[in-house]
T-cell receptor, first 112, second 115 residues
């Protein structure tokens, strides 16, 4: 299973765009890239998932280059409520019951 | 909306006690997971189950066992609790290997303190 590396923490201000990059050099052909968000005292919540190129939903965008060895989660115009820990995961949807590995995550702090 | 519930938000036990953490999901998901979360270590997978009565070890199964007698319920058991098992325990479920997505849905967590 591919290991991921992401920054431990990031700071931002309200209204800015935030980009969090995740490295996954050993990603396998069948692996998908998934991002979760976790607020204090809550379980993680799914944000976005992709395989290649770009995926966008109402919450975020996910950019995946052609070699898929990294990915970037983009949060447009963050607000104070976006302060959370963001986890990047890679995993194979077909095998091992969808087993995913969570790294340490990136603690995003949004300031007024 | 998928709902994953855990039996307790906070639990205090003594060393050597047998501890049961219960998790229930209401979306007929095939897969269920137990994680523990500790500062600086992120989430670590203890056990997972992809069917009733089936279980697989995760990354840190030592000191834990699990039970899945019904599809909707997945229990984590600490046979003899120790202080190093003080942690936040998170349960999750996902649709299954044939589903179009393996999105995991998490419960609110149980903060266990072992004295």
């Amino acid at each position: 299973l591919a290991k991921t590396t992401q920054p431990i923490s990031m700071d931002s201000y309200e209204g800015q765009e935030v980009n969090i990059t995740c490295s996954h050099n050993n990603i396998a052909t069948n692996d998908y890239i998934t991002w979760y968000q976790q607020f204090p005292s809550q379980g993680p919540r799914f944000i976005i998932q992709g395989y290649k190129t770009k995926v966008t939903n109402e919450v975020a965008s996910l950019f995946i280059p052609a070699d898929r060895k990294s990915s970037t989660l983009s949060l447009p115009r963050v607000s104070l409520s976006d302060t959370a820990v963001y986890y990047c995961l890679v995993g194979d949807k077909g095998n091992q019951g969808g087993k995913l590995i969570f790294g340490q995550g990136t603690e995003l702090s949004v300031k007024p | 909306d998928v709902k994953v519930t855990q039996s307790s938000r906070y639990l205090v036990k003594r060393t050597g006690e047998k501890v049961f953490l219960e998790c229930v999901q209401d979306m007929d998901h095939e897969n269920m997971f137990w994680y523990r979360q500790d500062p600086g270590l992120g989430l670590r997978l203890i056990y997972f189950s992809y069917d009733v009565k089936m279980k697989e070890k995760g990354d840190i199964p030592e000191g834990y066992s699990v039970s899945r007698e019904k599809k909707e319920r997945f229990s984590l058991i600490l046979e003899s609790a120790s202080t190093n098992q003080t942690s936040m325990y998170l349960c999750a479920s996902s649709p299954g290997t044939l589903a179009s997505t393996d999105t995991q849905y998490f419960g609110p967590g149980t903060r266990l303190t072992v004295l």
